[in-house]
């Protein structure tokens, strides 16, 4: 096997108005607009990256807002649940931060012995605030939420299935260890100490997901330059179908259709979210990759306004 996923690299959903998906992941969550760039499949649409100060793997929440878009649903076949992992001191900050900003959120609640704060986007989109003793200290953004409650990156997603099985040991193989369960939900877990969580909830009932604003796209986990390959080899030998490598610039990235119909990618950490701007320049402008340059003007022309 190639060397093990630490976790999750990036999470993408859909999202619908531009301006106040970015007021929301900047100004109340407090991440850092580390890219302002185009999806590269559909360039009237922003590509904006939200992570911590340095936009490192395993801290980066993206999105394509499409203006006006319709609303999906949440239900089996996606990423369910999007957490993020907060210091473990931080559950009454965010609670009172939450309530303040006239956000969408439940009462904390305990899962596998973590206080867990449930929330949605303005489109909708369900997130968590994992509270945790061993929240590493990270890079945190420098914005309005002070450092020391800070999101220090993701601590995990929930997948929901209609059965949980195949997308199990699809995990089994991609290195997760099976580390307990509660209730429906059961956990899987990689050796790393930012997004290493995969919960797995069966619901064979459904319904089943709709993509659309407010749905996640797709789930990235880490992979190297000299482990992606080896990955995909893994992924044939599995009786799945992954796309050939693709140069996204900032990282390069083959996707697979997972049996439980979420869609995995496996992006490499490098070159990473700097390879194209200054680290305190991060998400000023907006950014193409070479090959989308020579349309610059007619790309930006067909873009909404979107300040910060
Ligand atoms: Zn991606």
Known sequence: MPAAIPGIHHVTAIGSDPGRNLAFYTETLGLRLVKRSVNQDDVSVYHLFYADHEGSPGTSMTFFPYAGARPGRVGTGQVAT???LIPDGSVDYWTDRLAEEGVDHDEPRERFGDAVVPLRDPDGLPLELVARSDAPEGNPPKGPVPAE??????????????????????????????????????????DGDLGSVVDLVERPQGPPGQPGAGTVHHVAFQVTEETQSEWRDVLIEQGLRPTEVIDRKWFKSVYVRTPGGVLFEFATKEPGYTVDEELDALGERLVLPEWLEDRRDEIEAGLPALST
């Open 82 to 84: 999007t957490q993020f």
């Open 149 to 190: 409650h800070a999101i220090r990156g993701f601590f995990g997603v929930t997948l929901s299935l209609t059965s949980a099985d195949p997308t199990a040991n699809l995990l089994k193989t991609m290195g997760y260890d099976r580390t307990g369960s509660e209730r429906d939900r059961r956990r899987y877990e990689a």
